[in-house]
């Protein structure tokens, strides 16, 4: 079974960093997109930022320039590092990723169970 585990979430006052961090283990033989969703009280589960095999990243237009995600593959790890955090950040966020458990079988999307980011003062 595979399982995704994030941490690194708190709370902090507008304008500073937090390292989120996600971990996957199990049974796992390849591991292909990797991604950062959040959702905010009363509000859809939106993507904040996704990062292919490849490296090749995107984000969402509201956090262009402020965060990056970036993943360890030997460690089977994927991170979202965000700066200058704005009250409008505050959600719980979950890591996804998508994998291949073994090598006959096909991808499946696996969901973290979410970390909570307050920004506040």
């Known amino acids: 079974q595979v399982q995704l585990v994030e941490s690194g979430g708190g709370l902090v006052q507008p304008g500073g960093s937090l390292r989120l961090s996600c971990a996957a283990s199990g049974s796992i033989f390849v591991i292909n997109r990797m991604a950062w969703y959040r959702q905010a009280p009363g509000k859809q589960r939106e993507l904040v930022a996704v990062i292919s095999n490849g490296g090749v990243t995107n984000y969402a237009d509201s956090v262009k320039g402020r965060f990056t995600i970036s993943r360890d593959d030997a460690k089977k790890m994927v991170y979202l590092q965000m700066n200058s955090l704005e009250p409008e950040d505050t959600a719980v966020y979950y890591c996804?990723?998508?994998?291949?458990?073994?090598?006959?079988?096909?991808?499946?999307?696996?969901w973290g169970q979410g970390t909570q980011v307050t920004v506040s003062s």
């Open positions: 996804n990723a998508d994998i291949q458990s073994r090598m006959w079988s096909g991808l499946n999307p696996y």
